[in-house]
């Protein structure tokens, strides 16, 4: 999301001319001198709002791709379709915040009840959090995620023209100082978030799980609650206009009205542009300034294709980083803590392009112009997503083929001291060991015969099973001198929230009886009991479901009975990110046999997460060039009297970007999301040569000649 729209805002048209220095001799220049150098008692709280109300979105939305996925059962494309839809509302939003604040509410006003509509909708996306059936937290949730974006959009570009409107006209650079704090306010906001709200979302556990979502969408919810009491307490001091009337509202009725007349009169007098039709009942004034704008209005063509990739850091790179190795010297980065990088570098940015960078481009003479910027900007930006492509190939290479069609993969997993031969597959799977035989035709019955050697039995077995799904597994234990065969169906996947997986096949003194319910107890990172629900009763020999549990090493404690476990643990097993395990246990206290294996089906994420540096700070770069550089650019380029319809049209093309990932993701055929992000690299390389916009001339406008010449170029 951009945290920098927010610092250009609408101005006086006082703070873009050069005032000339007067002489403070008189006693009213004197009063007005010190006037401007006093600040608004105002600005404190404005900023202090502003600071808790980004802090509270950016928790909130930081770790929303996540809880889709994870507790509503959404997949990735939907999860990442929901949290553009979301972004789309939060974008296009701002149009109708200023339009009422401009001709309805006030500023004061419309923060005030945009504020409690914020405060509402977080409330019910952190009840919809709470433990209920997954349709009916979806349903809350979704609800909740449309207030919330109704909110937050609306309030987003009225807070800082509100700010703005506290100070006099010849305040210039207190205004000036005013906009950087609030610039930093907004950062400072992302930053703090990005590091609280995973540590929420994954470190505290609540209603039984290893999350605690609830709290971690509960926290923004009290947040902007207090952003309400602290915007209440300083309206005593604040200065409070009223509506003035849209300009929006003026500029779109005169398009509309000059569009119509042009239709009426095709065949009539001609004019020398179609916004002259209009002059017959609006302003020429107006007209003029609408031309100006709409000139400007050309360099936002590649915009939407920028915001499609600059929003996916919320979505799919969160998604790519839980498919990552996070583990930093025993600390585990969140997923959703990499979007941290982005403020912190825009914070370290800004100065260093303006002081370093940009003084030196101009040297060797290279980016000298503000649009030559934005195409060096894009083009960064589609060089970060090559870097994303690359990343999620070789995350691609990790994960698990499914079989050919018609086909199964069955895994043995020999838990027993007998080396095995599979006569009628001509295969030998010595003890304690594992093999994997694929492409076994499926929806076959098979008969197989188990001869064990090298052990307390020497007993045939026989094992009779049909392959119903793609991967299967056969567990093989030893148990009163007899082999145990369990055929079940299993499944080769990653969580989305990038944790392992792990299951248990165990062989055991120790006998689970009807009505017992014995666990065996993981003990580590976390504390896990997994308890053997698939076996019939009385057993000793079985296997559990997959456990989800958070990466870390852990010791393995078996049931003593069905309360309690052994004092001693009967092994120590490691588990990593996004590893699927199964952990044989062998016990026999009559043969002092007792043994722990783990295999890994899944191979953990061994790409680690901090190989997204490079292309989030290349984005961070790019976001500097492009998306500072054009809204700074095309706010000094329109006319005064349309500045604020400038803003909500950058922000209007933010939601329209996030509309364009909907529809590619939704009519896009590549199967392999690395596929996608290439896609999106040559989208924007292709799209942003198409700034064409004049810079340095006179723009020849209904036969009149507006001598414009930009003036000295500064972020």
């Given amino acids: 999301m951009s945290r920098t729209l927010s610092v250009f805002k609408k101005l006086s048209p006082v703070s873009s001319k050069r005032e000339e220095k007067k002489d403070p001799s008189t006693g009213e220049e004197k009063q007005l001198a010190e006037r401007a150098t006093k600040y608004p008692r105002g600005i404190p709280y404005i900023l202090g709002t502003e600071f808790v109300e980004r802090f509270s979105f950016y928790c909130f939305q930081g770790i929303l791709t996540l809880y889709m996925t994870q507790e509503l059962n959404f997949s990735g494309y939907w999860a990442a379709s929901i949290f553009h839809t979301f972004m789309v509302l939060a974008y296009i939003s701002p149009v109708f915040g200023a339009l009422i604040a401009d001709g309805w509410l006030g500023l004061f006003r419309t923060i005030f009840y945009l504020s409690i509509l914020f405060a509402i909708g977080n409330s019910v996306v952190a009840i919809g959090a709470t433990p209920m059936s997954v349709q009916n937290m979806t349903i809350v949730s979704l609800f909740g995620l449309f207030i919330v974006a109704l909110g937050t959009g609306g309030i987003k570009p009225c807070v800082s023209a509100f700010g703005g409107s506290q100070f006099d006209e010849n305040q210039i650079k207190e205004r000036h100082q005013f906009f950087s704090l609030f610039f930093f306010a907004i950062n400072i906001g992302s930053i703090l978030s990005t590091i609280i709200s995973p540590e929420l979302r994954a470190s505290v556990h609540c209603f039984g799980k290893d999350t605690c979502y609830p709290l971690a969408f509960g926290a923004p919810a009290l947040l902007s609650i207090i952003v309400i009491t602290l915007f209440i307490c300083g309206k005593s001091v604040y200065k409070i206009r009223p509506a003035e009337g849209s300009e929006f509202v003026s500029v779109f009725r005169c398009i509309f009205y000059a569009l119509a007349q042009k239709f009426r009169n095709k065949r009539k007098e001609k004019r020398n542009h179609w916004l002259e039709y209009a002059d017959d009942k609006f302003d020429r004034q107006l007209i003029f300034d609408i031309k100006s704008f709409l000139q400007v209005t050309w360099m936002y063509i590649p915009l939407p294709i920028y915001w499609a990739l600059y929003e996916q850091q919320g979505s799919t790179w969160i998604l790519q980083s839980a498919e990552m190795d996070g583990e930093v010297g025993g600390y585990q980065i969140k997923p959703d803590q990499m979007q941290i990088i982005n403020p912190i570098f825009i914070l370290i940015f800004i100065p260093l392009f303006n002081s370093v960078i940009y003084p030196f481009l101009r040297k060797c003479g290279l980016c000298k112009m503000p649009l030559q910027r934005m195409a060096v900007g894009g083009i960064l930006v589609a060089i970060a997503f090559v870097m994303t492509g690359f990343i999620q190939l070789k995350i691609e290479q990790e994960l698990p083929e499914d079989p050919l069609k018609g086909n199964s993969e069955l895994t043995i997993i020999n838990n027993s001291p007998c080396n095995l031969h599979l006569k009628d597959m001509n295969t030998s799977v010595t003890a304690f060991t594992a093999e994997v035989l694929k492409d076994i035709p499926s929806n076959t019955e098979i008969e197989w015969e188990v001869l064990p050697s090298e052990c307390s039995t020497a007993n045939r077995t026989y094992a009779k099973f049909g392959l119903q799904a793609p991967f299967m597994s056969m567990g093989v234990a030893l148990s009163d001198d007899t082999i145990n065969i369990l055929i079940e169906e299993d499944e080769k996947i990653k969580e989305r929230n990038g944790y392992p997986r792990v299951k248990l096949h165990f062989s055991i003194d120790y006998v689970f009886k009807e009505r017992v319910n014995a666990s065996f107890l993981f003990d580590g990172a976390g504390k896990y009991f997994v308890y053997p629900d698939k076996i019939k009763r009385p057993s000793k020999v079985g296997s559990t479901e997959y456990c989800v549990m958070k990466p870390g090493l852990y010791k393995i404690y078996i049931p003593l009975n069905g309360t309690t476990h ?150």
């Avoid at 364009?660 to 690395?674: M, P, R, W, Y």
């Avoid at 700034?691 to 340095?696: A, F, Q, S, Y």
Wanted: aromatic share 12%.
């Fill in 566 to 715: 052994k004092e001693n643990p009967i092994g120590v097993a490691e588990f990593r990110d996004g590893g699927s395990y199964v952990v044989a246990i062998h016990q026999n206290s009559a043969q002092n046999a007792s043994r722990v294996t783990v295999f890994m089906t899944v191979l953990f994420n061994s790409v680690h997460m901090l190989y997204q540096l490079p292309q989030i700070i290349l984005l961070t770069a790019g976001e500097i060039m492009f998306e500072v550089t054009g809204l700074d650019f095309s706010y000094c380029e329109s006319p005064d009297s349309l500045k604020s319809l400038v803003q909500g049209m950058w922000f209007f093309t933010n939601g329209i970007g996030n509309a364009f990932f909907i529809i590619i993701e939704g009519i896009s055929t590549l199967e392999k999301q690395s596929h996608e992000f290439f896609m999106y690299s040559i989208i924007m390389a292709i799209t942003t040569p198409e700034i064409k916009l004049p810079t340095n001339q006179d723009h020849k406008l209904n036969g009149e000649i507006l001598s414009k010449r930009l003036p000295p170029w500064r972020l």
